[in-house]
């Protein structure tokens, strides 16, 4: 192989390495403005009509009597060793090797009939300042820290190969509000042994996903979007809660001291998209919609997520 042979061989294999250890990372992409302009240039995906975040109203979310969220292995602590890891855009701890045991499935609510999905990571967006940070806003509200639980659809084998299909993915939406409590104790407390680029460590205290919920799942909005990192990929169920988890200013504080290697990272938030003809719907105990409804024949293959 000649010197350009190397060169190019090299680049390969680093986009190999890039492509099956962070597959929610697709190259380099920057959230200043002008950064997040070029998205589009490099992943056409970025373009579509179906994009996420954006801002959510409940004015003008539809409310239905839709079923609970079922949340299975929520409250189980997880068996095997939890990575957290700096990936130069935010911090991810992966849950998709639950050795010998079934991992944590959520199913019901606004998902349709029968399909479940299988958690496979989760990671955090947040801001420099506490008066912003969240991806989605809600009610006119951007909260400091917003958190995403991404799910696999079980009957894909991966979530690379869930990344194709429109009912790929379900990410639950977690706004944090600051307050003095200490639910992510267990991960923040490991923030500074993962401060550069790379950098990944295990957590040595077991947590159960369900601390990090917020206390009440009950009410929660849900609406058809995409992944808010490159490429984004319209194959997103969302499900945001209304309600947000307490997190101490000291422990924002802790994310803030994270760095991709050239800069802090912070204000990891992807900028509002268009919510064009979508409908967003909101999960609400209301008796009177109950009996509007007819509970027994509620059927939400019937919604009209205006989806392609
Ligand atoms: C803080 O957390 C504790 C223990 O998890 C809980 O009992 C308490 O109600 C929480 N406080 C607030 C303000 O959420
Ligand atoms: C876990 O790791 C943290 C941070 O490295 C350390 O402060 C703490 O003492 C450790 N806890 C245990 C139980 O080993
Ligand atoms: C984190 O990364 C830095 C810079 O690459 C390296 O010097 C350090 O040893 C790493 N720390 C851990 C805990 O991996
Ligand atoms: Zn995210």
Not at 63 to 85: C, N, Q, R, V, W
Not at 90 to 106: A, M
Not at 278 to 290: A, E, G, M, Q, T
């Amino acid at each position: 192989m000649n010197q350009y042979q190397v060169t190019n061989m090299i680049y390969i294999v680093k986009c190999v390495i890039l492509a099956t250890t962070v597959p929610l990372v697709a190259g380099h992409f920057g959230y200043r403005k002008r950064d997040q302009h070029t998205w589009v240039q490099n992943f056409k995906l970025c373009d579509g009509k179906l994009q996420s975040p954006i801002s959510i109203s409940s004015f003008k979310s539809i409310t239905l009597p839709l079923p609970a969220l079922e949340i299975i292995g929520y409250h189980d602590f997880l068996s095997s060793p939890l990575y957290l890891k700096n990936n130069g855009h935010s911090v991810v701890v992966n849950v998709n090797n639950h050795l010998g045991k079934r991992l944590p499935y959520i199913f019901g609510g606004s998902l349709d009939i029968n399909q479940e999905y299988e958690v496979d990571h989760l990671h955090f967006h947040w801001g420099a300042k506490n008066n912003r940070g969240s991806e989605h806003m809600l009610n006119g509200i951007r909260y400091p820290m917003e958190m995403h639980i991404v799910h696999r659809n079980r009957i894909y084998s991966s979530l690379s190969n869930a990344l194709n299909y429109k009912n790929g993915l379900v990410v639950l939406g977690i706004f944090f509000q600051e307050e003095d409590n200490k639910s992510l104790y267990s991960i923040v407390n490991h923030l500074t042994s993962v401060r550069w680029i790379n950098n990944e460590t295990k957590l040595n205290t077991s947590i159960t996903l369900g601390s990090l919920l917020p206390k009440n799942t009950d009410v929660f909005y849900s609406y058809k979007g995409s992944l808010t990192t490159p490429p984004c990929n319209e194959v997103v169920t969302w499900i945001i809660f209304s309600m947000p988890v307490p997190i101490s200013f000291s422990q924002l504080n802790k994310f803030r001291l994270l760095s991709n290697g050239n800069n802090l990272i912070a204000d990891n938030y992807r900028k509002l998209q268009n919510i064009g003809l979508r409908k967003v719907y909101i999960r609400k105990l209301n008796p009177h919609l109950f009996v509007k409804y007819n509970e027994m024949t509620f059927n939400v293959a019937d919604l009209d997520w205006f989806w392609h």
